[in-house]
């Protein structure tokens, strides 16, 4: 047995003295998100310290805690607390806990995240659903020896956003009148934010909101077959032209302003799955 397949073993061994459930849907929940946990109905929760080759969060807002429990019935995993490449973890332990969701029973992601709008009819606290990506983190989670047991050496990366979840969250926005964008979000290793050249750059390349997450998660769920439903919240304005200084906790205090609507989003998908 690999290397990576004996640290999964280990983890899920550890989870198991918590729960035997399987959970078909998996939650990431980033920078200021953290509320959708209020609408689990908890049966578990165990933190990130507890779990064996997991990485702690160090970033403010992000808990560092794994939820088990049911939304509209349904079993879920929540991570309350990502990792990202500029806290100095590898790609592979970035994507570690999604390894771990899939040996779980995880078929469906949810992943959120805090981003910059570029797009000129993006505003501030606005929702994105992400239909595309573009990796400019200079690394790949599935560099180095392939583990063919959980997925193919090339994974095919057509539709890296499921078409289907996309729809199925675009009728519950419309259902709701909320409104929502559909677009490309490109990953950039942080953690300074853009200057006004590195925005016109990353516009110029096709992407409407930039964000230093989600793009390895997603890479890693497509190797192992899961679909994935990618929301952005956009938490500050890019615009080369009229940029203003930004600080964390005005980013993260649009998004906790604009997660009611992304948590009412995500709990109807899953309810409709």
Do not use: W
């Not at 230093?212 to 919240?233: D, F, Q, R």
């Not at 615009?239 to 302003?257: N, R």
């Amino acid at each position: 047995m690999s290397e990576l397949l004996n640290k999964i073993n280990e983890t899920i061994s550890v989870i198991r003295k918590h729960t035997n459930d399987t959970y078909p849907v998996g939650i990431i929940l980033g920078t200021g998100l953290g509320g959708l946990v209020k609408e689990i109905n908890i049966e578990h929760q165990i933190d990130y310290a507890e779990l064996p080759h997991f990485p702690l969060s160090t970033v403010e807002s992000h808990q560092g805690k794994l939820i088990f429990g049911t939304i509209n019935g349904k079993k879920v995993v929540a991570m309350q607390g990502r990792f990202h490449y500029y806290e100095g973890y590898s790609m592979q332990q970035i994507t570690y806990p999604v390894r771990v969701m899939k040996f779980l029973g995880v078929q469906t992601l949810l992943v959120s995240n805090a981003c910059g709008g570029m797009n000129p009819v993006y505003r501030k606290g606005d929702l994105m659903l992400m239909i595309d990506h573009i990796n400019l983190l200079g690394d790949n989670p599935l560099i180095g020896k392939n583990e063919d047991s959980l997925g193919p050496r090339f994974p095919d990366m057509s539709e890296p956003y499921s078409l289907e979840l996309i729809k199925l969250a675009e009728e519950v926005a419309l259902e709701n009148k909320i409104k929502i964008h559909k677009g490309v979000y490109v990953a950039v290793p942080g953690p300074n934010l853009e200057t006004k050249a590195e925005y016109r750059f990353l516009r110029a390349t096709g992407a409407d909101v930039v964000g230093m997450s989600t793009v390895p998660e997603n890479i890693v769920a497509n190797h192992m077959g899961m679909k994935v439903l990618g929301i952005s919240i956009i938490t500050d304005e890019c615009f080369p032209d009229s940029l203003k200084p930004v600080d964390v906790k005005e980013i993260i205090h649009t998004a906790m302003e604009a997660e009611p609507k992304m948590t009412l989003i995500m709990k109807e998908v899953i309810k409709r799955l």
